[in-house]
């Protein structure tokens, strides 16, 4: 059984009548989130045209702030010495290597990389926590909506703590707005998106959300996230876009194992990559090979 399957069939025994403990639930006072999310953002090339699901690739492809262009163009309001690592990073990056997007290795994007959208998304409503379940790598979320406190002792992981609630904004006795707030100590290196963009290495990031439908749109949810850092100068907000697929009632989920195709091979601290032709290749011009001091070496 996956892991979709599971919560799912975790949600059913909670929910069941036969249950001497059974929980009232009424999916009505909740905002539609059936069906299967993906990422939308602005379109055009000055990224000022109407919302449209964004592929992969180009000025569209995965980045934190879904209304600028990738690189040095998300302008993250970084300290100076920030800046100065950012920099260095997309230096590495064109010349081949890795920066400070360390996924390329099938680690957890974390948070607040796991808003940005990467694979389809589903949306499990429950009376004690919300799940945001990504078909990426290692990126599925839980927000606890059960009214808990802080817990006293956190375990670092890469995506952190997440309480949140939700909040019926109009007074119409139905939630609209579900307000999370996300808490280390967390695990790293982390980067705002695929461009590298670092986080502080104290890894103490503070992530504050708001998921709301569109008034005009039910298909369009909208994810405001802020970002509150030591590598920033000030606290980073900006505005993430899904849209629903069609057919939300019966959705096609696609399979992504991020190891199964993966040519990336780090050694020490250098990524190198394996060839079509199963040998080891460098990844930079003047690129060394890696310390073989446990190979025999013979001479030829």
């Known amino acids: 059984m996956d892991c ?12 069941s009548p036969a249950s001497t403990d ?17 990422r939308y953002g602005p379109s055009g090339p000055n990224l000022d045209g109407p919302l449209v699901r964004l592929g992969p690739s180009g000025v569209f492809r995965t980045r934190f702030d879904p209304h600028k262009p990738p690189g040095a163009a998300q302008e993250p309001p970084f300290t100076p010495e920030y800046q100065a690592l950012f920099e260095a990073n997309l230096k590495d990056q064109a010349e081949g290597g890795q920066g400070s997007a360390q996924t390329f290795t099938c680690i957890s994007p974390g948070m607040p990389r796991a808003t940005n959208g990467y694979g389809e998304i589903e949306f499990v409503v429950t009376p004690f926590t919300t799940y945001i379940l990504v078909q990426h790598i290692d990126d599925d979320r ?10 006293t002792d956190i375990d670092p992981t890469f995506l952190g703590y997440t309480i949140g609630r939700w909040i019926d904004t109009q007074g ?5 707005l579900l307000e999370a707030e996300t808490r280390g100590p967390f695990r790293g290196p982390r980067a705002f998106d695929v461009t590298g963009a670092p986080l502080h290495k104290d890894n103490h990031t503070i992530v504050k959300e708001r998921f709301y439908l569109d008034q005009a749109n039910a298909d369009i949810l909208h994810d405001d996230v802020t970002v509150i850092d030591h590598a920033l100068t000030r606290p980073w907000t900006v505005n993430k876009t899904y849209g629903r697929e069609p057919n939300k009632e019966r959705p096609f989920w696609r399979d992504n194992n991020c190891s199964e ?3 990336h091979v780090r050694i020490g601290s250098e990524n190198y990559m394996l060839s079509a032709d199963g040998f080891l290749m460098p990844t930079k011009k003047g ?10 070496q013979t001479q030829k």
Do not use: C, E
Not at 4 to 15: E, G, H, K, W
Not at 142 to 151: M, V
Not at 172 to 176: A, E, I, L, M, Q
């Open 172 to 176: 119409s006795g139905h939630f609209d």
């Open 4 to 15: 979709r399957s599971l919560m799912l069939a975790v949600a059913l025994a909670v929910f």
């Open 261 to 263: 195709t993966n040519n």
């Open 142 to 151: 839980r927000i606890y909506t059960d009214g808990r406190d802080w817990p």
């Open 22 to 38: 059974a929980q009232i639930f009424d999916y009505s006072k909740y905002p539609d989130l059936r069906g299967q999310w993906v």
């Open 287 to 296: 690129q060394g090979a890696p310390d073989l001091r446990y190979f025999q």
